[in-house]
T-cell receptor, first 111, second 114 residues
């Protein structure tokens, strides 16, 4: 079971780029890395998913080094509405293993 | 397309009682996963169902069970409730394909055990 470690909290000013790193030292060959965002009293919302190197979509980028033992979620030019908890999730591609969300990183964007 | 719906949204039960929570996935999604979220333990995986079969199970006691129907709707049941079962229970649906793609979460059911 691949577990993850993230910083508990981070603060950032509006307009800055935020990088949140997740450690997953025992990631397995079949595991993908997925990031979710959660606002209070809501279910998590998918941000981005990747297997290796770099993935980019309209809201974020995901950087995964060659050894895949960590990953970095990059949020460009954050706004106040990006204040939320961000979860790094490592899961088996076949769906055969448990999914472990971890404690998440509470990002607070400051005006 | 309608999102994931969960019923009821709020529930208050007494220790020792049992409870059943319901989840309706997004149309066409065959995988339904359940999670428990508490301030102390965070988001913990309960189990996943795919095509009416339990595909995966987290580390929870046997008091927690679930099932999935032919229309992909899912229920989870908690028997002999304990105070520690007070939590937000989240349901997520996905296509269930390989690789595991985006999961869509419902708003959750807030269970309070007194």
């Amino acid at each position: 079971l691949a577990k993850t470690t993230q910083p508990i909290s981070m603060d950032s000013y509006e307009g800055q780029e935020v990088n949140i790193t997740c450690s997953h030292n025992n990631i397995a060959t079949n595991d993908y890395i997925t990031w979710y965002q959660q606002f209070p009293s809501q279910g998590p919302r998918f941000i981005i998913q990747g297997y290796k190197t770099k993935v980019t979509n309209e809201v974020a980028s995901l950087f995964i080094p060659a050894d895949r033992k960590s990953s970095t979620l990059s949020l460009p030019r954050v706004s106040l509405s990006d204040t939320a908890v961000y979860y790094c999730l490592v899961g088996d591609a076949t769906g055969a293993n448990n999914l472990f969300f971890g404690t998440g990183t509470r990002l607070t964007v400051i005006p | 397309k309608a999102g994931v719906t969960q019923t009821p949204r709020y529930l208050i039960k007494t220790r020792g009682q049992q409870v059943t929570l319901s989840c309706s996935p997004i149309s066409g999604h065959r995988s339904v996963s359940w999670y428990q979220q508490t301030p102390g333990q965070g988001l913990q995986f309960l189990f996943e169902y795919f095509s009416e079969t339990q595909r995966n199970k987290g580390n929870f006691p046997g008091r927690f069970s679930g099932r999935q129907f032919s229309n992909s709707r899912s229920e989870m049941n908690v028997s002999t409730l304990e105070l520690g079962d007070s939590a937000l229970y989240l349901c997520a649906s996905s296509l269930g394909r390989n690789p595991r793609g985006e999961q869509y979460f419902g708003p959750g059911t807030r269970l309070t055990v007194t």
